[in-house]
């Protein structure tokens, strides 16, 4: 919004400037340079990354205040998907004020996308379970302990949880970092993560590619569309608690991709298939130095 040709058509400059706009995408909805760039691939650019898409393709930057992530971008599945693995992310509030962020912890889980029963080999993040509370940070242990009870019910057990690294977060990973069983691993802010709008901006085609579901009817569902679908580019949401710890799943799971995925239980499916077949041809003679089939 703010880059030189907008300052040049702003008027402040000394000179008048005349616009030039050459759109991508004109008016009538075709493509302006077809050969370079169809229409149907400026379209999934479009679907997937609109924020850069307005800005770089059509000239016409969305404002910062508008909402990055659309509602119909998260998918609601009728039922949970067989998981992969399963994770926990936490951001912790400085306070238990009810005008500041509060201390945020999601349950996630990997899995393979399906679809029409065919398996697609990209992986979704699934959204378990998220709980928004305001505690002091004296008792912030509890509460996490509290939260990782409830997601050891769950049949893939978390073995993962990264916990922001700030003020509270680091009196958090002091105190939990020795559980067994769970490891700890302290997410860490720094320049070259980038802002909190370049950090959103990174995940925002993940979601626009719909790879982000949650089970239709949880408790948590309509509390996380609603936080999302308010962020904004320029940072003038009321709170962005509940989105950092999306974020910090998606950059775990979905783009360094950093977890390790248990694959066991379909290997030992084929596997069992695999001896059953042995055994069926052995009993006929029929494998491994076999005589009746010249083996």
Same mark, same amino acid.
């Given at each position: 919004?703010?880059?030189?040709?907008?300052?040049?058509?702003?008027?402040?400059?000394?000179?008048?400037?005349?616009?030039?706009?050459?759109?991508?995408?004109?008016?009538?909805?075709?493509?302006?340079?077809?050969?370079?760039?169809?229409?149907?691939?400026?379209?999934?650019?479009?679907?997937?990354?609109?924020?850069?898409?307005?800005?770089?393709?059509?000239?016409?930057?969305?404002?910062?205040?508008?909402?990055?992530?659309?509602?119909?971008?998260?998918?609601?599945?009728?039922?949970?998907?067989?998981?992969?693995?399963?994770?926990?992310?936490?951001?912790?509030?400085?306070?238990?004020?009810?005008?500041?962020?509060?201390?945020?912890?999601?349950?996630?889980?990997?899995?393979?996308?399906?679809?029409?029963?065919?398996?697609?080999?990209?992986?979704?993040?699934?959204?378990?379970?998220?709980?928004?509370?305001?505690?002091?940070?004296?008792?912030?242990?509890?509460?996490?302990?509290?939260?990782?009870?409830?997601?050891?019910?769950?049949?893939?057990?978390?073995?993962?949880?990264?916990?922001?690294?700030?003020?509270?977060?680091?009196?958090?990973?002091?105190?939990?970092?020795?559980?067994?069983?769970?490891?700890?691993?302290?997410?860490?802010?720094?320049?070259?993560?980038?802002?909190?709008?370049?950090?959103?901006?990174?995940?925002?085609?993940?979601?626009?590619?719909?790879?982000?579901?949650?089970?239709?009817?949880?408790?948590?569902?309509?509390?996380? @569309?609603?936080?999302?679908? =308010?962020?904004?580019?320029? *940072? $003038?949401?009321?709170? +962005?608690?509940? %989105?950092?710890?999306?974020?910090?799943?998606?950059? @775990?799971?979905?783009?360094? =991709?950093?977890?390790?995925? *248990? $694959?066991?239980?379909? +290997?030992?499916? %084929?596997?069992?298939?695999?001896?059953?077949?042995?055994?069926?041809?052995?009993?006929?003679?029929?494998?491994?130095?076999?005589?009746?089939?010249?083996?």
């Amino acid at each position: 919004e703010d880059d030189l040709p907008a300052y040049m058509l702003s008027g402040n400059d000394e000179r008048i400037w005349k616009p030039v706009v050459l759109r991508a995408i004109d008016d009538a909805g075709n493509a302006l340079y077809p050969e370079v760039n169809p229409l149907r691939q400026l379209q999934e650019k479009q679907e997937k990354n609109p924020y850069v898409f307005s800005s770089q393709f059509q000239q016409d930057p969305i404002p910062a205040g508008g909402a990055l992530f659309k509602p119909h971008n998260f998918v609601l599945l009728a039922h949970e998907p067989k998981m992969l693995c399963t994770f926990i992310t936490a951001d912790t509030a400085e306070t238990a004020k009810s005008y500041n962020d509060a201390t945020v912890f999601s349950f996630w889980g990997v899995y393979e996308i399906v679809e029409y029963g065919q398996k697609t080999g990209q992986l979704g993040l699934h959204w378990l379970d998220c709980d928004e509370i305001r505690v002091e940070p004296k008792d912030l242990r509890d509460s996490f302990i509290e939260f990782y009870a409830e997601c050891m019910l769950h049949p893939v057990k978390p073995l993962v949880a990264a916990i922001e690294k700030k003020s509270t977060g680091v009196t958090l990973i002091s105190t939990v970092q020795d559980m067994r069983g769970l490891q700890i691993r302290e997410v860490k802010r720094t320049k070259a993560s980038g802002s909190k709008t370049e950090r959103y901006l990174e995940m925002q085609p993940t979601i626009a590619a719909k790879m982000v579901s949650l089970t239709e009817g949880a408790r948590h569902v309509e509390k996380c @569309i609603n936080h999302m679908s =308010k962020i904004t580019a320029n *940072d $003038t949401h009321k709170h +962005d608690d509940i %989105a950092d710890t999306l974020y910090d799943a998606i950059k @775990i799971a979905l783009i360094d =991709k950093t977890l390790l995925l *248990d $694959t066991k239980q379909d +290997d030992n499916k %084929a596997a069992n298939i695999m001896q059953k077949q042995k055994s069926m041809l052995k009993a006929r003679g029929t494998l491994y130095g076999g005589q009746q089939n010249g083996f």
